[in-house]
């Protein structure tokens, strides 16, 4: 099996990490240089949850043109961009799609929608999505630590791909020491991801809080609460289910079983406002008030973080 990523960042270094073997490497694109010299001269290094894994240089190949893809089509392409950056890695890829006609397509990406700027030239039975819902937090340009874990890293598809096909890239991750699994039902295990990030990245970025703290404060615990009233309302109104009859029910499984192994972990929302860059808002929130907006559902608390979050990045553009 050969797997290309499409991304360094976090979750494409820490899915590499569980991806490279000795007799199969993984081809990263990486366009950063110092990232690719640092990689190419040091390797790959995970640690944290599950363990130290180092990753040798000749395990890992890395291209700097997207083009090279063509040279070789993998059988697996993640891409493990920010949500964003979806309809430029689109336009890239778009030319390439007649040599990757073997290639199945996972996006591993935050937020609703992602899938959209594919479909244009993208068959949907070769199409796939990633719910990542582990922590990973760059430590240098070449290496991650898993911070949290909430579940197994899940595949499957919203466009009617087969998820077996992607069972032995499941597999191979899990055999990297980070677990992950097929399901047939992503649309519910995507807004069961989208309920988990609207409730707490906007939230935590905002406040400059841990998971953890936001519901040990009362106030922000309301804010979270109220969040994610107005997801199931949003949900209820355009008949999508999930694995929760209401928000009640999602909100028992979140403070006995999501929150206490995540409680520890920044919202990557607060690393990005922190380190100056855009966030990845409009697939969150943004999504939610959208879909909200089609239904006429309400959605003020998210609206306000939402608007809030914007805000906050126009500040860092004006360098305030």
């Not at 366009?31 to 390797?43: K, S, Y």
Request: charged share 20%; with cysteine.
């Amino acid at each position: 099996m050969e797997v290309a990523i499409w991304g360094a960042g976090a979750v494409g270094l820490g899915l590499a990490s569980a991806l490279a073997r000795p007799t199969s490497r993984v081809r990263l694109l990486v366009r950063d240089p110092e990232t690719r010299r640092r990689l190419a001269d040091e390797g790959l290094r995970r640690s944290g949850r599950f363990g130290r894994i180092d990753v040798p240089p000749d395990w890992l190949r890395l291209e700097s043109d997207a083009r090279a893809l063509a040279d070789g089509p993998p059988d697996f392409l993640l891409v493990c961009t920010k949500a964003f950056q979806g309809p430029s890695v689109a336009e890239a890829l778009a030319p390439l799609a007649p040599a990757l006609a073997a290639t199945s397509l996972v996006l591993c990406q935050n937020g609703w929608g992602n899938e959209a700027p594919f479909l244009a030239f993208w068959p949907g039975e070769r199409l796939y999505h990633a719910r990542v819902i582990t922590g990973f937090q760059r430590r240098a340009s070449n290496a991650v630590d898993v911070t949290a874990h909430a579940a197994p890293i899940a595949l499957g598809s919203l466009t009617g791909a087969d998820p077996e096909h992607v069972a032995p890239l499941a597999a191979r991750i899990t055999e990297g020491g980070l677990p992950a699994e097929t399901t047939v039902d992503m649309h519910g295990v995507l807004w069961a991801k989208m309920l988990y990030n609207c409730a707490l990245n906007p939230l935590g970025a905002l406040a400059g809080r841990r998971y953890g703290e936001l519901a040990e404060d009362p106030h922000t615990r309301a804010l979270l609460e109220a969040v994610v009233g107005e997801i199931f309302a949003v949900l209820e109104s355009a008949e999508v289910c999930v694995a929760w009859p209401d928000a009640a029910a999602w909100l028992e499984t979140f403070y006995r079983d999501l929150l206490p192994p995540t409680a520890a972990h920044e919202s990557s929302m607060l690393q990005d406002l922190r380190a100056g860059r855009r966030t990845e808002i409009e697939a969150l929130c943004g999504a939610v008030e959208r879909l909200g907006a089609r239904h006429g559902v309400a959605t003020p608390t998210v609206s306000a973080l939402a608007a809030l979050v914007r805000q906050a990045e126009r500040r860092l553009e004006r360098g305030a």
